[in-house]
């Protein structure tokens, strides 16, 4: 196994966790919040989503797949196309509303997909290349994968877990 391989595996970790979370889920239990400024499974999925989408296609040299492909558009969010809810206010977070389960897995597949193709055309020699310089000390590409990955299966798992309370009210 080579480390793009190992890279593989753990995105598509992320993906089949989003789909057993978010999977069967009505729009209501989507955007249902816990409480008033706690996040929503559709936010966390979203936002995980959105960083993954600016943070590989930065790395790529490639356009996002939300302004691309017109994901944004089909969610016709309140939030300027480059939002990714890093920062978000609650107001924010509230703001971010799917209509269904197929909109929010449909923008992630995509993603997930412009992903993998990135991932698999990397050798080991690439993941020393500095993608961000504003950091002390800079950015490799690996470490932001790395990060990507590590943010991505945080996320899901908070959304899994409302999931879980929310269906045991």
Do not use: C
Request: charged share 25%; aromatic share 6%; proline share 4%.
């Amino acid at each position: 196994m080579n480390t793009a391989d190992l890279l593989l595996d753990a995105f598509g970790r992320v993906r089949e966790t989003v789909h057993t979370t978010v999977g069967g889920l009505s729009a209501d239990l989507l955007n249902a919040r816990p409480d008033k400024d706690a996040n929503s499974i559709a936010w966390l999925v979203w936002h995980l989503t959105r960083v993954q989408d600016d943070h590989v296609a930065d790395a790529a040299g490639t356009g996002q797949v939300w302004t691309g492909e017109d994901w944004a558009g089909r969610f016709d969010l309140p939030l300027p196309p480059e939002a990714t809810g890093y920062g978000h206010s609650s107001k924010e977070v509230g703001q971010v509303r799917v209509a269904s389960a197929d909109l929010l897995l449909g923008y992630h597949d995509a993603v997930h997909a412009r992903t993998t193709a990135f991932v698999r055309g990397l050798g080991d020699d690439a993941l020393d290349r500095i993608v961000d310089e504003a950091w002390s000390p800079p950015v490799t590409l690996g470490v932001r994968l790395i990060s990507v990955i590590a943010d991505d299966l945080q996320h899901v798992g908070q959304a899994a877990y409302v999931r879980g309370a929310l269906e045991r009210r």
